[in-house]
């Protein structure tokens, strides 16, 4: 059963960076396409971003574009998220999941309902 692990969420001040972990658990990842999400209190969750499996298609929602960027370590068997520039709007659950889709040539970004193994998610807080 897909199963992810998020990690390396905090607090930080605006501007800040943090780099979040996707690790996948108890199966290999690298047949998935991989996207982030995050869920702000009273929001719906939102798509971030997402990687392809060769890691050669990503996309980034305008909010995040320029800002942060997704990675994966096949050998690790992780996915990375570079957030840098962060702002108080960032701050959000984030969590990870696998495309229901094996070998997909590219990713698909924002469409939640075409992700399983969502983890627990980790919170990310950006304030002063």
């Known amino acids: 059963q897909l199963q992810f692990v998020e990690s390396g969420g905090g607090l930080v001040q605006p501007g800040g960076s943090l780099r979040l972990s996707c690790a996948a658990s108890?199966?290999?990842?690298?047949?998935?396409?991989i996207g982030w999400f995050r869920q702000a209190p009273g929001k719906e969750r939102e798509g971030v971003t997402c990687?392809?499996?060769?890691?050669?298609?990503?996309n980034y929602a305008d909010s995040v574009a320029g800002r942060f960027t997704i990675s994966r370590d096949i050998a690790k068997n992780t996915v990375y998220l570079q957030m840098n520039s962060l702002k108080p709007e960032d701050t959000a659950v984030y969590y990870c999941?696998?495309?229901?889709?094996?070998?997909?040539?590219?990713?698909?970004?924002?469409?939640?309902?075409?992700?399983?193994?969502w983890g627990r998610g980790t919170q990310v807080t950006v304030s002063s």
């Open positions: 999941a696998a495309d229901r889709s094996p070998w997909a040539p590219t990713c698909r970004l924002g469409r939640s309902e075409v992700y399983t193994g």
């Open positions: 108890g199966f290999t990842s690298d047949y998935y396409g």
């Open positions: 990687i392809s499996v060769s890691g050669g298609n990503t």
